[in-house]
């Protein structure tokens, strides 16, 4: 696989205000990682820390760079519309800018702002939490965000289907990047579950909790 971008590794997320998310140091070696997998250039190719914000995601966007790459992670924390007062639609978590610390909303990556994005990957990870829950309406098997991906230009993605353990998720992630650097012939459903298979050998990772919250949605053959 080509090019990647990668937002975003968050940094705490309203400090002053009424909620705030926990920083996800590990993400960065889990991005980092992936890189590797990929031959991507850490220093091109990456967000991390305060580059990685909602306003980097929208300009890479507006400029084409997201549509060049064929890959987008991003590893940080997934909130459920309701999951935080105010929130009204799944988001993803970003760097707050300095003009974001009065509203903590205002840093994150919400559903509308996923559908005014024009990718062109053929997959888009998203590392976080309840990235493909359903938003509870009748008949959604998957989370808006999921559907707004697709919307945006996405052809598979990689998401979850409840809360997930940090460090387990990152050696899913990263071990299925390896499994597909590794095997060519691999599809994303053969790298992913392979993956799976090596987490769930792990001493305190047996529980399908930790190896299984994972799954592929789209053009998983290819």
């Not at 994150?108 to 976080?128: E, F, G, R």
């Not at 052809?155 to 899913?172: D, I, M, Q």
Request: contains cysteine.
């Amino acid at each position: 696989m080509e090019a990647l971008a990668l937002p975003s590794v968050p940094m705490p997320v309203g400090a002053a205000g009424p909620w705030q998310l926990t920083a996800l140091p590990e993400t960065r070696d889990e991005l980092l990682s992936i890189a590797s997998a990929l031959k991507a250039d850490p220093g091109r190719d990456l967000f991390l820390g305060d580059r990685a914000t909602r306003a980097s995601v929208i300009a890479a966007s507006q400029s084409g760079e997201l549509a060049r790459r064929r890959v987008v992670v991003f590893a940080t924390h997934g909130l459920m519309a309701g999951e935080v007062a105010g929130l009204d639609q799944p988001a993803l978590a970003m760097a707050a800018d300095a003009k974001d610390q009065g509203d903590p909303l205002q840093a994150l990556l919400k559903l509308d702002d996923v559908l005014s994005l024009k990718l062109h990957a053929d997959w888009v990870v998203m590392s976080a939490c309840n990235t493909g829950a359903a938003d509870g309406q009748m008949g959604e098997a998957l989370s808006g965000l999921a559907r707004g991906m697709f919307y945006a230009g996405a052809r598979s993605l990689l998401l979850t289907h409840w809360a997930v353990e940090s460090e387990s998720a990152k050696r899913l992630t990263t071990t299925t990047f390896k499994a597909l650097a590794a095997n060519p012939s691999y599809t994303k459903a053969q790298s992913l579950r392979e993956a799976m298979r090596v987490v769930s050998q792990m001493p305190g990772y047996e529980h399908p909790a930790f190896w299984a919250p994972f799954a592929i949605v789209g053009d998983g053959g290819r």
